[in-house]
């Protein structure tokens, strides 16, 4: 195996991982039972809510809209299986929502048809310049839903690379992107990976889905997500190159800013307009 690659289940403190708030939910602390079977028995765990009052309207017509989005995952899951076998398939996970949201997806999607949790690996790709938020969420992930990490620390081209050596049976992995993303206006559900690159299928269930599809998802099913996402951030990258989203920005009279001059910014969620979902990112000096 590449030195620089990691097989690991890691256990740390709830600090950092938070619960959606629903509007239909109370908000003490509750149990996340996502089932029974033995393959995902570590799946129900406590974990603590968003510090954020406020809550997310989830309407009839919403829930309809999301429902109809997880059975489009399903079955682009169900067409996937039809093409690889469960040991060809490993998914990336980065700590950020889109992710999260893949992840909780397709371990329901493994639940339900008796997949072992552990069959799909989790690869992240480790950074220096992480936050120590997302680097923890990810570890609590891992338990949660006890899934097999492997971990590298380089670029992802580097990563898969590596992997295709380590890994050969892997043949296709999962990948939390949208067409509003960057480069990703024109890929499709399954597209190959770009030459030069290691040969291997992206796999997109997420393509079609909206900014607030995703936090529609989170809120209606109360998955568990990052807790930087409660500070303003709506798009995590690196600690050097993202910062809250100036656009929630709380006024200075809002209550639940502090006295001390600190800024305070309203939740990833609350966010309206979707295409400043990046503007918290610092563009790259040229």
């Keep these: ?49 968003s510090d954020s009052k406020a809550s997310l ?43 999260t949201v893949l992840l909780d997806l397709l371990m329901r999607y493994c639940r339900l048809h008796s997949i072992n949790s552990r069959d799909i690996p989790m690869l992240y790709i480790k950074s220096d310049d992480a936050f120590a938020e997302i680097d923890e ?8 839903y006890n899934v097999q990490l492997i971990e590298y620390k380089e670029s992802l081209k580097e990563a898969l690379t590596h992997m295709s050596a380590d890994m050969p049976r892997i043949k296709a992995v999962f990948v939390g992107s949208r067409n509003t993303d960057p480069y990703c206006e024109h890929l499709e559900p399954m597209s190959p990976t770009d030459n030069g690159w290691p040969a291997m299928m992206r796999l997109n269930p997420l393509l079609q889905w909206s900014y607030h599809d995703v936090w529609h998802y989170i809120h209606m099913y109360n ?19 993202t910062v809250p989203n100036p656009h929630l920005l709380r006024c200075e009279s809002d209550t639940h800013c502090a006295n001390d001059g600190t800024c305070c910014y309203r939740p990833a969620w609350e966010l309206e307009d979707a295409t400043q979902e990046r503007a918290g990112r610092i563009a790259r000096k040229q």
């Excluded at 097989?7 to 939910?25: D, F, G, K």
């Design 137 to 144: 969420f990810v570890a609590r992930c891992v338990r949660h």
């Design 57 to 99: 309207p989830l309407t009839a017509d919403i829930r309809v809209q999301i429902e109809g989005r997880m059975q489009t995952a399903f079955d682009f899951f169900t067409q996937t299986l039809e093409l690889y076998s469960v040991d060809q398939l490993m998914f990336c996970f980065n700590g950020g929502k889109d992710c």
């Design 223 to 241: 998955v568990p997500y990052c807790r930087l996402y409660d500070q303003g951030y709506t798009s995590i990258g690196y600690r050097s190159n």
């Design 1 to 49: 195996m590449n030195k620089c690659c990691t097989h690991t289940q890691t256990t740390i403190a709830t600090s950092n991982v938070t619960t959606a708030p629903t509007a239909l939910q109370p908000r003490s602390k509750c149990v996340l039972a996502l089932g029974s079977n033995s393959s995902n028995k570590h799946m129900s765990e406590k974990l603590e809510r």
